[in-house]
């Protein structure tokens, strides 16, 4: 199975030259955030595949202008062909916003989500717009990562922990995929990526 990921910066190879055949073969579209609306309602205009996505903590738009064609995920997991994707949006609090939280509040949100993983008996992909507290985060105080989704990994050990939020430009030292304790490949997917998912792991 082959999952577009997208994240933090609209794509020209998918938007300013978009032909209809490059999402020819994609079975699956995700979002981690802080991307325009109008790109992701383009896309789906054109795609015959779910395009699911958690908001970023520059997209307090979608409160009134959600991406059209597309399913927010957040606080959710959505089972797509048997693949379970708990999405959990935002960034850590740095000044206002509506998708900002301290590292409190997400842990509230993760607490919420242990009897709907408890129910669907695990998770296969974390997707989220922040990465994990000290993997591949920034050290500034707006890119640092989540403590909470530590134990997310820890606990439920999903395939993929897939995020965005660290651009490419930020450091020379950005990291596309990573190995998390042999179970979890972490993905950021700044731009594009396209995950090619074993259909049996």
């Known amino acids: 199975m082959k999952i577009l990921i997208l994240s933090d910066v609209e794509s020209k190879y ?33 795609s015959k595949v779910p395009i699911l996505y958690v ?7 979608y409160k009134d202008s959600p991406p059209e064609g597309c399913i927010c995920i957040e606080d959710k997991i959505y089972v797509h062909k048997g ?27 993760v607490a919420k989500m242990w009897p709907k993983i408890k129910m669907k ?13 000290g993997i591949c985060d920034g050290q500034d105080n707006c890119h640092k990562g989540f403590e909470v989704f530590i134990d997310i990994l820890e606990k439920y050990k999903p395939k993929y ?9 930020y450091a020379r030292d950005f990291v596309r995929e990573q190995k998390y304790n042999e179970d979890t490949v972490i993905i950021n997917g700044y731009d594009r990526y396209i995950l090619d998912y074993p259909e049996e792991l």
């Open 121 to 133: 008996k695990g998770i296969d992909i974390l997707l989220t717009h922040s990465p994990a507290a």
């Open 161 to 169: 922990f897939i995020h965005g939020h660290v651009h490419k430009n």
């Open 83 to 109: 693949i379970r994707i708990m999405g959990l949006g935002g960034s850590i609090r740095y000044k206002n916003g509506d998708n900002q939280y301290t590292e409190s509040q997400m842990k509230k949100r």
């Open 14 to 46: 998918l938007w300013d030259y978009f032909e209809k055949e490059k999402l020819e073969g994609i079975d699956l579209i995700l979002s981690c955030g802080d991307l325009k609306p109008q790109y992701l309602s383009f896309l789906a205009s054109f």
């Open 55 to 61: 908001r970023g903590n520059h997209d307090d738009c």
